[in-house]
């Protein structure tokens, strides 16, 4: 992001690692981290945001790819959606992968990033489903030290980005089992998710694990359908379902995302959203167990 010296801020500093990043933020409070500038500079653009100084983090080579610890991958938030993408990220985690490939026209997916799309926490952000399904926890690198916490407790607000803390890591245990992302767009092509699914069917903890996209201000994860569901699968057998099942449970998740109101009929737009999402959560589940 060339050009948001010039259009936002007259006050840049470009830190090369995460310390020096940390530092800049405490030496300048009024400062505003950014990453790929996507969700920044549109929000600077529409005259929502002014920030008085700017941190980029493009020059973070840490945070810009991932590595192993205990089980897990620790992701950096420096990688971009293009990266996650990639054949090789796609092994490892194939629901992110396939979250990142969906997630805007190339150009956004060349620069936006895994830590943006975090801290941006859009209920259309594609990452942010697969995050709560899988589990993840971020790493938090501030002023005293670090600190991890689950995702949800960042994206619920519960727990909070403290002033001069940056998403530094995503940890995400690896599972080696089935998992899934499907998004549904608007009529006009690709684009923001109108719906999202993330799936997980973990044979270690004989749980399937789903979650909701953009059909509520953060994640939903459907837990009783989950159970339902996870009882129905002979875990030391062949791990199949009836497509009735995989019915069922895409309407159960839907009734549980998009519930019933005592007394008023559902409006025609939450009903379609309903069948969506029913279909979705069918075929995530279809397709995590073939
Ligand atoms: C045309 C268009 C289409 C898009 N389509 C999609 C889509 O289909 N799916 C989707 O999910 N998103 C989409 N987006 C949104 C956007 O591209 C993503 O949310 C992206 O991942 C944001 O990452 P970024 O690096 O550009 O964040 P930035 O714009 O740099 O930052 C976003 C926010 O996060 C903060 N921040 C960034 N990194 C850190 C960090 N490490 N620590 C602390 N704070 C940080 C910034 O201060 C800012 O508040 C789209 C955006 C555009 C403009």
Redesign the pocket.
């Known amino acids: 992001m060339s050009t948001y010296a010039g259009q936002a801020a007259e006050n840049v500093t470009l830190p090369s690692s995460l310390d020096e990043a940390v530092a800049a933020l405490a030496a300048m409070p009024s400062a505003?981290?950014?990453?790929?500038?996507?969700?920044?500079?549109?929000a600077v653009n529409s005259g929502l945001l002014r920030p008085a100084a700017l941190v980029g983090?493009g020059r973070i080579s840490e945070i810009r790819g991932w590595q192993y610890a205990d089980g897990a991958a620790l992701l950096g938030?420096g990688l971009t959606?293009a990266r996650m993408g990639r054949p090789d990220f796609a092994a490892l985690i194939p629901a992110l992968a396939a979250a990142a490939r969906?997630?805007?026209?190339p150009q956004?997916r060349n620069?936006?990033?895994l830590?943006?799309?975090i801290?941006?926490a859009?209920p259309?952000?594609?990452?942010l489903p697969v995050l709560a399904a899988l589990e993840a926890s971020v790493i938090l690198a501030g002023p005293e030290g670090d600190r991890e916490l689950p995702v949800s407790h960042l994206l619920t607000g519960m727990d909070p980005?403290r002033p001069g803390e940056?998403?530094a890591f995503v940890r995400i245990p690896l599972l080696h089992a089935p998992q899934t992302f499907l998004k549904a767009t608007g009529r006009t092509g690709p684009?923001?998710a109108t719906a999202s699914v993330a799936l997980v069917v973990d044979p270690a903890r004989r749980q399937v694990r789903c979650s909701v996209g953009a059909v509520a201000p953060v994640p939903l994860r459907p837990l009783e359908a989950e159970q339902w569901v996870a009882g129905l699968i002979d875990w030391d057998g062949e791990r199949t379902l009836a497509p009735e099942a995989c019915t069922a449970f895409g309407e159960y998740v839907a009734a549980a995302c998009i519930p019933d109101q005592p007394g008023v009929e559902l409006p025609p737009a939450a009903v379609q959203l309903r069948r969506t999402v029913a279909t979705l959560s069918r075929r995530a589940l279809g397709r995590a167990l073939a």
């Open positions: 505003v981290p950014v990453a790929g500038g996507t969700d920044l500079m549109a983090l938030a959606h969906s997630a805007g026209p956004i620069a936006g990033t830590g943006g799309n801290v941006t859009a259309t952000g594609d990452a980005l940056l998403l684009g923001r």
